[in-house]
């Protein structure tokens, strides 16, 4: 087991102390199964979503709710696809029904409104959110704002889950995708991460794009 499992392992341990061994390590287990195959959206990611709930907690409603849509959130995650989030909240009320988890609903509704591309706060550049929701969805988002050279390593890893398009029709919708989040006025929802990441998060996308356009991008 890596590090980075480990205290992922820790983490659900802790959050799922209220359910015996047996269930907590077989959810543990179903975790594993789906972020463990894949390039992007897998442990990192999950982690990178985790961190940024530990800075922005204090900003949360139900701090506990929210930590466990994270694991949740994006059980399952197929690109390709339009209803992750319904699956992934069909999945979690599986795990909440095996146990005396009493926030189900709450916790459901803020996986099938994180599913959402963007809201209302994303689009208009005087508003933001407030929600839980938007937190998740902003804590999804976090690793836009990475390291200039994380973000290359996760937008590689992206890469490899559309290993079936060629490099030119990837880097065409690649950009499409990018340049969608550069002309809409916030990436992020929520004024704290809005004020922290939004400015790295756009230096990180426009150099990408220019990368791509000037055909430097190989991976």
Known sequence: MTTMQQELQTRWDDLTSFVSSQIRDKWWQKI???????PFRGFEHLLIMLRAFDKYKDHLRDRYATAMAIFFKNIIYDPLADDNADKSEKVFREFAQETTFDSENYVADLISKSGLSSTGAHLNANQSGEDDAHFLMDFDMAYLAEPFDKFVELERAQRKEYSHFDEEKYAQQRKQ???????????????????????????????????????????
């Open 32 to 38: 594993c199964d789906e972020y463990g195959k894949r």
């Open 177 to 219: 995708v990018l340049k969608t989040f550069l002309v809409i006025p916030n990436i992020y929802a929520t004024t704290p991460l809005r004020e922290d990441l939004e400015g790295r998060a756009r230096d990180n996308i426009q150099r990408e794009v220019e990368l791509l356009e000037k055909g430097e991008r190989k991976d």
